[in-house]
Each structure stands twice: as C-alpha cells, then as structure tokens.
C-alpha cells in the first residue's frame, strides 16, 4: 500500500550537513504523519522527528532539536531531514517511516506500518 524510499545519507565531518529525503507513493500521505528515526551499531531504533502531514506541526527528539528539520512536500510525496551541526553520536542508518491515517504523531515504533529501507549516516570526529 505504501512504499517508503530514503536517501540523501553519507559520510560528514562534525560541524557538517546532510539532507535526508523520503520518497513516498501510496494513496494517502496527505493525512499521514511521517516520522524518521536512527538506529546505532548496538542500540535499539531511537525517535528522532516526526510531521503532521495534515497540519504541519513537528515534534523533535531533545537530542536534535534546533539542530534537524523535518519538512515535506506533499506534492512530490516526500519528506526532508535536514540535518545541520552533526555531531559524531548522530552517526547511524536513518530510516523515515510512515504512521496511519488521521492519527496523533507519535514517538514510538510501534506506531508506525511502513519504513523505508535505511540510510548511513556518518560524523567524523
């Protein structure tokens, strides 16, 4: 039903900027809140942002706030990361991932039915 495509990952130093993009086909994204998240080599999958699609507010994770932006275009049905002042512990695979129609945005995994396959992202110290 919905297919999640990220990009836009790569190796940075600190201080550097990435923009992440999620390309999204399905039938319903405008009503669909989209999220991304990050997962290190030996830690659990951790919330990073997440975007009403309906009424475009945001919500971020305190680690990256002031630092990332989540955006979307719902004409090309995609959503951005953009990531500046990356740090080292930013390092890991972003994945964006897509909720449900009509629903609250949300900080957990669990909330989410589709995920895209997951870009590396590097910070060099």
């Known amino acids: 039903q919905v297919q999640l495509v990220d990009s836009g990952g790569g190796l940075v130093q600190a201080g550097g900027s990435l923009r992440l993009s999620c390309a999204a086909s399905?039938?319903?994204?405008?009503?669909?809140?989209m999220g991304w998240f990050r997962q290190a080599p030996g830690k659990e999958r951790e919330f990073v942002a997440v975007?009403?699609?309906?009424?475009?507010?945001?919500y971020y994770a305190d680690s990256v706030k002031g630092r990332f932006t989540i955006s979307r275009d719902n004409a090309k049905n995609t959503v951005y990361l953009q990531m500046n002042s990356l740090k080292p512990e930013d390092t890991a695979v972003y994945y964006c991932?897509?909720?449900?129609?009509?629903?609250?945005?949300?900080?957990?995994?669990?909330?989410?039915?589709?995920w895209g396959q997951g870009t590396q992202v590097t910070v060099s110290s």
């Open positions: 975007i009403s699609w309906s009424g475009g507010s945001t």
């Open positions: 399905g039938r319903t994204f405008s009503s669909i809140p």
């Open positions: 991932a897509a909720s449900r129609p009509y629903s609250a945005y949300s900080v957990y995994t669990t909330a989410y039915d589709y």
